[in-house]
């Protein structure tokens, strides 16, 4: 798992992936057959709380995404997590 750090990369994503709701937040999947490595961006506001609380949730969502990663290992992700 790669992690997404350039904001040109997030955009796409988010412009031309597909959106899907969950408990986690909303979810921008964009199907990828070139990268052997799947690529994930966490996003969480600052509206969810004070530093501890975001790092909390992004340890949550890493977690899911361990765990899930056979089901997810052809898309690239971005996990958007608002209040």
């Not at 969950?22 to 799947?38: A, E, P, R, V, Y």
Request: proline share 0%; aromatic share 8%; with cysteine.
């Amino acid at each position: 798992i790669v992690s997404l750090a350039n904001k040109d990369e997030i955009r796409h994503i988010i412009i031309q992936g597909q959106k899907v709701n969950t408990k986690f937040g909303l979810l921008f999947l964009q199907k990828d057959s070139n990268n052997i490595l799947s690529k994930i961006g966490i996003l969480v506001k600052r509206k969810s709380g004070n530093a501890v609380k975001r790092n909390y949730i992004k340890r949550i969502i890493r977690q899911f995404v361990c765990k899930e990663y056979n089901i997810i290992s052809h898309y690239n992700i971005i996990i958007l997590k608002n209040v």
